[in-house]
């Protein structure tokens, strides 16, 4: 299995779609549009769909701070979901709010034309 790097989407990220436009300094920004691969039985984006977009912005925001290599997994994450997607792209902007030695925990915002879409909050166990 090959390591992700930072600036470089997973097997996963690019079966989604995800297309990394930023990550350095415990910052990551990744882009997702909408395509019919991604619908719930609703029409709108499914929300797993939503939360890997959340989790590989952070994951990148995480792995930004050291050299490079996956250092993080994700232990815990907590999203509002706040308003539908039917098409479109949408953006996601992850920080770390705080750095440890063990831990680390990090904050995203998804946002489509200037919506907010989803807010997460998330703790990373550093490997």
């Known amino acids: 299995m090959q390591e992700e790097e930072v600036g470089r989407s997973s097997a996963f990220g690019r079966l989604l779609g995800l297309e990394i436009l ?48 996956p250092n993080s997994v994700t232990l815990e994450c907590k999203i509002n979901y706040i308003r539908p997607v039917s098409e479109g792209a949408l953006t996601c902007r992850a920080w770390i709010e705080h750095h440890g030695t063990r831990t680390q925990v990090i904050e995203a915002e998804v946002h489509q034309d200037g919506k907010l879409v989803a807010k997460a909050l998330a703790t990373f166990a550093l490997l």
């Open 22 to 69: 930023s990550a350095g300094g415990g910052e990551a920004s990744v882009r997702l549009t909408m395509h019919d691969g991604l619908r719930n039985l609703h029409g709108k984006l499914h929300g797993g769909a939503l939360f890997s977009l959340i989790d590989s912005a952070m994951g990148q925001a995480s792995h930004s701070l050291g050299d490079g290599t």
